[in-house]
């Protein structure tokens, strides 16, 4: 029986105290409110009472965090999707603006040529088509295996964006600053004739958004 729903989870609220973009560096985990928001995801997801078939998490420390609380309330074990991970990005390891940001540093102006592919990283196209891949194979899998139920696939804002704007048909350039995508937001789609349909968005954390400080790249 085919997977009913996908679900796209983002993290929660990073711990990054420099105000850092982080990218795919290693070692940036949840802080203790993005803790509390995975949580946050977690219930909502149970409290649906739908079966879940497969937990998918992106390979980076934050996306496996955001994955444990769904994981243990639902007995599951979470596989690493490497098509779901954060897109590479040059500014990785900088801060954006203020004194010292990389927007100040003539260096860094060669990758802002562009911001409609973008030139600072992987293009939006390349983003949009990997992730509509894995979602379409964890479906398949799904159907393969004979489970019954949804597939939940924890990412990153700007891979469930692309996702978002690719299936609905809109433009994949895009102000950053609009992304309906919050810390642990969970945006659904249905596979209905071989074609990906949205269905769904939620935002369980958003009675934790206000604390948080990190909500990442804008």
Same mark, same amino acid.
């Given at each position: 029986?085919?997977?009913?729903?996908?679900?796209?989870?983002?993290?929660?609220?990073?711990?990054?105290?420099?105000?850092?973009?982080?990218?795919?560096?290693?070692?940036?985990?949840?802080?203790?409110?993005?803790?509390?928001?995975?949580?946050?995801?977690?219930?909502?997801?149970?409290?649906?009472? *739908?079966?879940?078939?497969? %937990?998918?998490?992106?390979? +980076?420390?934050?996306?496996? &965090?955001?994955?444990?609380? $769904? @994981?243990?309330?639902?007995?599951?074990?979470?596989?690493?999707?490497?098509?779901?991970?954060?897109?590479?990005?040059?500014?990785?390891?900088?801060?954006?603006?203020?004194?010292?940001?990389?927007?100040?540093?003539? *260096?860094?102006?060669?990758? %802002?040529?562009?911001?409609? +592919?973008?030139?600072?990283? &992987?293009?939006?196209?390349? $983003? @949009?088509?990997?992730?509509?891949?894995?979602?379409?194979?964890?479906?398949?899998?799904?159907?393969?295996?004979?489970?019954?139920?949804?597939?939940?696939?924890?990412?990153?804002?700007?891979?469930?964006?692309?996702?978002?704007?690719?299936?609905?048909?809109?433009?994949?350039?895009?102000?950053?600053?609009?992304?309906?995508?919050?810390?642990?937001?969970?945006?659904?789609?249905?596979?209905?004739?071989?074609?990906?349909?949205?269905?769904?968005?939620?935002?369980?954390?958003?009675?934790?958004?206000?604390?948080?400080?990190?909500?990442?790249?804008?």
């Amino acid at each position: 029986m085919p997977a009913r729903q996908i679900h796209l989870v983002r993290h929660g609220e990073v711990f990054n105290p420099s105000g850092v973009l982080y990218g795919r560096i290693p070692g940036f985990g949840l802080s203790e409110l993005g803790h509390r928001m995975a949580a946050a995801a977690a219930a909502d997801i149970v409290a649906r009472d *739908r079966p879940i078939a497969a %937990l998918y998490t992106s390979p +980076l420390q934050r996306a496996r &965090e955001s994955g444990r609380p $769904i @994981a243990e309330a639902l007995g599951l074990e979470p596989s690493i999707e490497d098509r779901i991970i954060e897109p590479t990005n040059a500014f990785e390891g900088r801060r954006m603006e203020g004194k010292g940001g990389a927007l100040r540093d003539p *260096r860094m102006w060669r990758f %802002l040529w562009n911001p409609w +592919l973008p030139a600072w990283g &992987e293009h939006f196209t390349s $983003i @949009a088509g990997r992730m509509r891949a894995a979602m379409t194979d964890a479906h398949t899998a799904a159907e393969a295996s004979g489970e019954a139920g949804d597939v939940v696939m924890v990412s990153h804002q700007l891979p469930i964006w692309m996702a978002h704007r690719s299936i609905v048909g809109e433009s994949l350039p895009h102000d950053p600053r609009k992304r309906r995508c919050s810390l642990s937001s969970i945006t659904s789609f249905e596979l209905r004739d071989g074609k990906l349909v949205e269905v769904g968005y939620s935002d369980p954390a958003a009675g934790l958004q206000a604390e948080a400080t990190d909500v990442g790249a804008v």
